[in-house]
């Protein structure tokens, strides 16, 4: 039994999740001090206004605190964006040059558009001669 659980944590896939939870983690961090210490004073700066918590609407005895949903609205674009534009959009890029560009071993037939081998000599669904690319 300890064995089986031993076996489980020690698995590659449970180790590289703790390890990405943990980057992770630490990342949020990084990303949440970002939009807050910079993003946020910046856009306070141009907008005036860095803090929606005291917007409020009275309804009855009730209060909706619409404010604070704007703050979290807000914080989440900006972190979204911070996420895209200096995570994603570069690795994209840099994975993008490393890709090998692989060929397709398929074609389509010239006569019924169906799609072949490239080094087929005939198609199989029409059984038109194709000439083969090699």
Not at 11 to 28: E, H, Q, Y
Not at 98 to 119: T, Y
């Amino acid at each position: 039994m300890i064995n089986g659980f031993k076996n489980f944590l020690l698995r590659g896939n449970v180790v590289d999740l703790a390890v990405a939870v943990v980057i992770g983690a630490a990342f949020t961090a990084i990303v949440n001090s970002f939009v807050s210490d910079i993003l946020t004073p910046f856009i306070a700066a141009i907008g005036g206004r860095p803090d929606f918590s005291a917007l409020t609407l009275r309804i009855g005895g009730g209060e909706i605190k619409y404010g604070l949903f704007l703050n979290a609205l807000i914080s989440f674009l900006m972190v979204a964006a911070v996420i895209y534009f200096l995570v994603v959009r570069p690795y994209e890029k840099i994975s993008s040059r490393f890709a090998r560009q692989e060929e397709s071993v398929m074609r389509d037939c010239p006569e019924c558009l169906s799609e072949i081998p490239r080094a087929a000599a005939r198609c199989s669904q029409c059984t038109a001669q194709v000439t083969p690319v090699l």
